[in-house]
């Protein structure tokens, strides 16, 4: 193997999470996206203008965190005009989209940049959903 592939620093994924009035389920979001063995990331909790307390638990919840960037956007930009303020500041090689009523297994972003990276034809991964609490 090549020293440069050895000394290689692994991709740094920016990970969008857009919340609207759901902090206790954006909080379980990233909680599991925090449990990652793929350490390289960055999340970017936008919030869409959220009329109730959520901007204020995740300060007091993730504030301090340097793997968090909270984005309060003034008004509702929607689904994509939220993301897309993500994008925006995003500062990885790669941008994870997760929804915020969504938990990760602590491989899931490891899996994903494997895929990526075995093959530079490959532009776009997704993952599997598997709902909670339906056995397939």
Same mark, same amino acid.
């Given at each position: ?6 000394? !290689? ?6 990970? =969008?999470? &857009?919340?609207? *009035?759901?902090? %206790?389920?954006?909080?379980?979001? /990233?909680?599991?996206?925090? !449990? ?6 960055? =999340?970017? &909790?936008?919030? *869409?203008?959220? %009329?109730?307390?959520?901007?204020? /638990? ?11 960037? =909270? ?25 994870? =989209? ?33 709902k909670m609490g339906f056995p397939f």
């Amino acid at each position: 193997m090549h020293s440069l592939a050895l000394n !290689k620093m692994p991709p740094k994924v920016s990970v =969008i999470i &857009l919340n609207w *009035n759901q902090p %206790r389920l954006t909080v379980d979001c /990233i909680n599991s996206v925090l !449990k990652q063995k793929y350490t390289n990331f960055e =999340i970017l &909790l936008v919030d *869409n203008a959220s %009329r109730d307390n959520s901007v204020e /638990i995740f300060e007091e919840r993730f504030g301090d965190n340097e793997k968090i960037r =909270i984005i309060v956007n003034p008004e509702n930009l929607g689904y994509a005009g939220g993301n897309n303020e993500g994008v925006k500041r995003a500062r990885g090689d790669y941008i994870a =989209i997760l929804n915020n009523d969504t938990t990760v297994e602590k491989d899931w972003l490891e899996e994903l940049i494997k895929a990526l990276e075995s093959d530079g034809k490959i532009g776009s991964v997704s993952s599997k959903v598997i709902k909670m609490g339906f056995p397939f």
